[in-house]
T-cell receptor, first 116, second 110 residues
Framework: EAQVTQNPRYLITVTGKKLTVTCSQN?????MSWYRQDPGLGLRQIYY???????DKGDVPEGYKVSRKEKRNFPLILESPSPNQTSLYFC???????????????FGPGTRLTVL | DAKTTQPNSMESNEEEPVHLPCNHS???????IHWYRQLPSQGPEYVIH???SNVNNRMASLAIAEDRKSSTLILHRATLRDAAVYYC???????????FGQGTTLQVKP
């Protein structure tokens, strides 16, 4: 089954304790991205990657890091989480084709993160 | 970034058609319009996208106005499972970024 998986699905942590949220897709997609969803603010893009070893900032990259060493994986790293990073996080992937904006994007089920 | 305008909420009865409108007066002539939806406690899900003419797939139809300043997502027979937030999304550009506004919350009544 074609899918995007995220782990963990739920996480409660404390300020400053480094964490990684994993994202994996089995569709051989070149393009992957991370969003966060907050009440009243909608979904906002954090980082995106056009292909292996190619990453770039989205609209709200502060406090986050990403890496793309393999095509299927795109982990989101919070080096020193803070309470304002409490949010619902979604990973997405798609083919690049003419451009990732022209293609269907597949989203993961989400990771609900709480930073105390 | 281009913008879209949608009603905050709509209601429908089960088994009836639903027409979800969207205004996108700022998009250019080569930009696709995408629709996604988000069911409760799930990630966004692609519904349909189109450029100029009407588009159909197994989930829905998309009617795009001739001047491309608006479009309408049509669910032919709403089911309870179609209750979700529906997002009309302007062109993502080269970054692939999907701009999710507030969307339209669709309530389906049995």
């Amino acid at each position: 089954e074609a899918q995007v998986t995220q782990n963990p699905r739920y996480l409660i942590t404390v300020t400053g304790k480094k964490l990684t949220v994993t994202c994996s897709q089995n569709m051989n997609h070149e393009y992957m991205s991370w969003y966060r969803q907050d009440p009243g603010l909608g979904l906002r893009q954090i980082y995106y990657s056009m292909n292996v070893e190619v990453t770039d900032k989205g609209d709200v990259p502060e406090g986050y890091k990403v890496s793309r060493k393999e095509k299927r994986n795109f982990p989101l790293i919070l080096e020193s989480p803070s309470p304002n990073q409490t949010s619902l996080y979604f990973c997405a992937s798609s083919y690049r084709g003419r451009g990732p904006g022209d293609n269907e994007q597949f989203f993961g089920p989400g990771t609900r993160l709480t930073v105390l | 970034d281009a913008k879209t305008t949608q009603p905050n909420s709509m209601e429908s009865n089960e088994e009836e058609p639903v027409h979800l409108p969207c205004n996108h007066s700022t998009i250019s002539g080569t930009d696709y319009i995408h629709w996604y939806r988000q069911l409760p406690s799930q990630g966004p899900e692609y519904v349909i996208h189109g450029l100029t003419s009407n588009v159909n797939n197994r989930m829905a139809s998309l009617a795009i106005a001739e001047d491309r300043k608006s479009s309408t997502l049509i669910l032919h027979r709403a089911t309870l499972r179609d209750a979700a937030v529906y997002y009309c999304i302007p062109p993502a550009g080269n970054t692939g970024k999907l701009i999710f506004g507030q969307g339209t919350t669709l309530q389906v009544k049995p």
